[in-house]
T-cell receptor, first 115, second 115 residues
Framework: DSGVTQTPKHLITATGQRVTLRCSPRSGDLSVYWYQQSLDQGLQFLIQYYNGEERAKGNILERFSAQQFPDLHSELNLSSLELGDSALYFC??????????????FGPGTRLLVL | GENVEQHPSTLSVQEGDSAVIKCTYSDSASNYFPWYKQELGKRPQLIIDIRSNVGEKKDQRIAVTLNKTAKHFSLHITETQPEDSAVYFCAASKSGKAAGNKLTFGGGTRVLVKP
């Protein structure tokens, strides 16, 4: 157990719908990262938040958005869902930047299936 | 941006033999290189990492080497066991307060250890 929690574990929804994925980082970690894992694209970085602020953006679609709350949990919102959005979505967390705490610990993931 | 290539994509070894996975990266500013092991349907789990100021690191049967000049790093698993069967991912990042620490992953290597 990495200490990172994600809910829900599984999500089945229809095209055009909107879903919210939730992540709680390890106690004390300030950074939260979201990654998407699909069969044909591998593990892709989506977005990073650090202490409540957006820090880096990767290949995240405009239909996707995220935020980090004052208690440091994070939510990833996926809207206007398409079949191709079906994937495993992982959250990871790490400690303070620039202090040798760069190890990222991954949560169990949310498996999203869009029908 | 950073690009990480990983080879081979599949690797089959006899139990007790060694396994070697190689990765190359493109951004010479990358300074942190973790390796993750992922079992089917599970989260990526860190097995070893190396920073750019170190050339080699070992942890029991696992070792990682880094050649900054050639921009490549390798994972070595000795005395392989059936429980080593999994998908292994290399990754690279620019770690630090300014850089942010997002991970760019290689495509993964599926390792099968035959008893």
């Amino acid at each position: 157990d990495s200490g990172v929690t994600q809910t829900p574990k599984h999500l089945i929804t229809a095209t055009g719908q909107r879903v919210t994925l939730r992540c709680s980082p390890r106690s004390g970690d300030l950074s939260v990262y979201w990654y998407q894992q699909s069969l044909d694209q591998g593990l892709q970085f989506l977005i990073q938040y650090y202490n409540g602020e957006e820090r880096a953006k990767g290949n995240i679609l405009e239909r996707f958005s995220a935020q980090q709350f004052p208690d440091l949990h994070s939510e990833l919102n996926l809207s206007s869902l398409e079949l191709g959005d079906s994937a495993l979505y992982f959250c990871a967390s790490s400690g303070a930047l620039g202090k040798g705490q760069e190890t990222q610990y991954f949560g169990p993931g949310t498996r999203l299936l869009v029908l | 941006g950073e690009n990480v290539e990983q080879h081979p994509s599949t690797l089959s070894v006899q139990e007790g033999d060694s396994a070697v996975i190689k990765c190359t990266y493109s951004d010479s500013a990358s300074n942190y290189f973790p390796w993750y092991k992922q079992e089917l349907g599970k989260r990526p789990q860190l097995i070893i990492d190396i920073r750019s100021n170190v050339g080699e690191k070992k942890d029991q049967r696992i070792a990682v080497t880094l050649n900054k000049t050639a921009k490549h790093f390798s994972l070595h698993i000795t005395e392989t066991q059936p429980e080593d069967s999994a998908v292994y991912f290399c990754a690279a990042s620019k770690s630090g307060k300014a850089a942010g620490n997002k991970l760019t992953f290689g495509g993964g290597t599926r390792v099968l250890v035959k008893p």
